[in-house]
């Protein structure tokens, strides 16, 4: 059990890492549109040849599991990995988001997601239909993402993009969160965005 929230708690060290990505999009690169586009798609197709590699060269694969291997969650060793998702899922919301929205919902992965499994592990108590989330952890991804979007968006924006990453992050349907997080957030925020 310790070795297991050991493991999560390096995942999510590493997941709050990934901040980098919507930051240097919007302080390295000043939102190049372009430039960011052209620079995910080279990671993720990086990304996706490793996977290739790694599901079908056992010494590449071998050699992966010994760096990798111990975060690596039981689903991931037959699927794609985490990163390759969220590179997949970044690559979507630069090509077809506003920048601003494309950066919070981004950023709403690594913030959201993370101290939601953080608070959960650490604080939850109330399981929340059946599932392995807590009502402590939905409200930590939604604190966390809400008071990260108030300094980006607008306070109602702000309120519905926290509010979609939450429900995503809560959400059952069997579809990884490094994918789920941004796409419904981002729609969320596309669609507040016309009305607001």
Not at 3 to 14: H, N, Q, S
Not at 50 to 59: C, D, T
Not at 156 to 174: C, K, N, Q, R
Request: positive net charge.
């Amino acid at each position: 059990m310790q070795e297991k929230r050991l493991k999560e708690y390096l995942r999510k060290a590493i997941h709050l890492g990934s901040l980098i990505i919507p930051f240097g999009y919007k302080y390295l690169l000043g939102f190049n549109r372009r430039l960011g586009f052209s620079i995910l798609l080279a990671a993720f197709c990086l990304s996706f040849i490793i996977e290739f590699y790694r599901h079908w060269q056992k010494s590449f694969r071998h050699t992966f599991y010994r760096f990798f291997g111990r975060i690596l969650r039981r689903h991931e060793l037959r699927d794609f990995t985490g990163a390759t998702y969220m590179l997949f899922t970044d690559v979507i919301c630069v090509a077809f988001f506003e920048p601003t929205i494309a950066f919070c919902c981004m950023a709403y992965l690594s913030i959201g997601d993370t101290f939601a499994a953080l608070v959960g592990m650490g604080m939850g108590k109330r399981k929340i239909l059946g599932t392995d989330k807590t009502l402590e952890g939905s409200l930590a991804c939604f604190a966390s993402t809400l008071i990260f979007g108030l300094f980006y968006l607008p306070p109602t924006m702000a309120v519905v993009g926290a509010l979609a990453a939450t429900f995503a992050e809560l959400s059952i349907v069997p579809i990884d969160d490094n994918i789920k997080i941004p796409i419904i957030s981002g729609l969320a925020l596309s669609l507040a965005n016309i009305f607001v």
